[in-house]
């Protein structure tokens, strides 16, 4: 009987137990990402971001979008975006302030042309941050990528268009002592920063084991008594193109003009030197940025061409063909034998041809573009004009004498370039009217 009542008392025990804990209010721990509320009890989430897609796309600007659907239940502190050539993007821009749903913007400047990025917007409260999906936006092509030259260099070319620090990275930096007739060499290595520090006529690059020759006629091409560096030294360099994108007005017109510069480390002509800065530029109307002529350089002048003639051959509907002279890489609209003197024989002939390689601005896929050996280009854009484009040195071993050595000396820089009294730099529209024509290699 005592052990029937001790069983009651224990299961009746058990029963308010079991009943106390089902009136017990429920505990809840909150998921990851999620903040408990200081108001009503309410659980403060995430925000909702989306990312849209950016507007106002232009050659270096674009305008992000993004829009946030769900505070997470209090207002946002902060709204922004990030953004780069990759996911993992690098740059940011964040507005504080106190934000519900609804969209918001930002315009970023300083992008390259002719590049894809990656985006996306992003949204803050106490839970933390909301992010939208990655999303892409592209710029288009600058006029300099537009109209970016196709070169077709002579099949025996043994050096191609490259960067500049092909020949900085490779060169003694020289000064000429006048009353000695002889270099000295300058204890400083030839940076970009020490162009700037030794920025007279006097300064010069100079290649070691390599040696200039001057002009000569009457000798069959490639046999001058010079020094050729081996070309093999400059492997490794990016094919590079400068290009420079200027306003210019010329008799009351606004024009733009898109310049081209080519750097070639050495010159092996009929004449050999160390250096080789060579030049094609495009007239365009500046209302409706279309072509309107093109000139070639080549020996101190030039040809210039309206953009419709026959002699000049576009390709992918906007790249002019630029067929580079073996050797002298003079810039010519046509391939064959081009004379320079009205000689019977070749001894002054400039010979370009279509079955070398062929280079493309890197961001074409090559279509249209004819050779078996074709490769792409880096454009670079000088439009700011960097300080070394003004150096008042010479590109190669200089050497004295009327012009320049009999042409064995190095190459002025783009902005010191002088054909028939006129600063090609300075004055490029007068220079397509008066492009001369001179033997001046």
């Not at 070319?157 to 003694?172: A, F, G, Q």
């Not at 940076?191 to 006629?217: A, G, H, M």
């Not at 190095?410 to 001179?438: L, M, T």
Request: proline share 7%; hydrophobic share 35%; with cysteine.
């Amino acid at each position: 009987m005592k052990r029937l009542k001790l069983m009651v008392v224990t299961l009746l025990g058990t029963m308010v137990l079991l009943f106390s804990l089902a009136l017990m209010p429920a505990v809840t721990t909150a998921p990851t990402g999620v903040a408990e509320a200081d108001d009503g009890g309410n659980n403060i989430t995430l925000p909702t971001v989306l990312t849209e897609e950016a507007t106002n796309i232009s050659f270096t600007l674009a305008t992000l979008e993004g829009n946030i659907t769900s505070t997470g239940g209090e207002s946002c502190d902060q709204r922004g975006f990030e953004w780069g050539e990759t996911e993992s993007y690098g740059n940011n821009w964040i507005q504080n302030g106190s934000y519900g749903v609804g969209d918001f913007s930002h315009a970023i400047t300083g992008l390259k042309s002719n590049t894809t990025y990656h985006f996306r917007a992003e949204a803050h409260n106490s839970a933390g941050w909301g992010y939208g999906a990655d999303t892409e936006l592209s710029t288009p092509p600058s006029l300099l990528g537009i109209y970016a030259p196709v070169l077709y260099l002579h099949p025996d070319e043994d050096y191609y268009p490259v960067s500049i620090y092909s020949m900085l990275n490779k060169s003694n930096l020289m000064s000429w002592d006048e009353t000695t007739k002889q270099g000295a060499l300058i204890p400083a290595d030839p940076t970009l920063e020490n162009l700037s520090v030794y920025n007279t006529t006097s300064i010069y690059l100079d290649l070691p084991q390599s040696e200039p020759c001057s002009l000569r006629t009457g000798v069959p091409w490639g046999s001058l008594p010079a020094d050729p560096p081996e070309s093999y030294r400059f492997d490794g360099y990016n094919l590079t193109v400068y290009g420079r994108q200027v306003e210019k007005t010329y008799d009351g017109t606004d024009y733009i003009v898109l310049q081209y510069w080519f750097f070639y480390p050495y010159n092996k002509w009929y004449n050999c030197h160390e250096g080789d800065w060579e030049r094609i530029q495009i007239i365009c109307d500046k209302t409706t940025e279309t072509p309107e002529q093109v000139t070639f350089g080549y020996h101190g002048g030039g040809d210039t061409y309206d953009w419709g003639d026959d002699e000049v051959s576009i390709v992918a509907e906007t790249h002019p063909l630029v067929f580079v002279g073996l050797g002298s890489h003079s810039a010519w609209a046509t391939q064959g034998i081009h004379w320079i003197l009205p000689l019977s024989s070749d001894y002054l002939a400039d010979y370009t041809s279509q079955s070398g390689t062929a280079l493309f601005p890197e961001y074409m896929d090559g279509s249209g573009v004819e050779g078996f050996d074709k490769q792409p280009y880096v454009l670079e854009d000088i439009s700011d004009g960097p300080s070394w484009v003004k150096w008042r040195g010479r590109w190669g071993q200089f050497v004295p004498g009327p012009l320049d050595g009999g042409g064995a000396a190095g190459v002025d820089s783009p902005a010191n370039v002088v054909i028939n009294g006129i600063n090609v730099w300075d004055d490029p529209i007068a220079w397509a009217y008066n492009p001369g024509s001179s033997l001046e290699p």
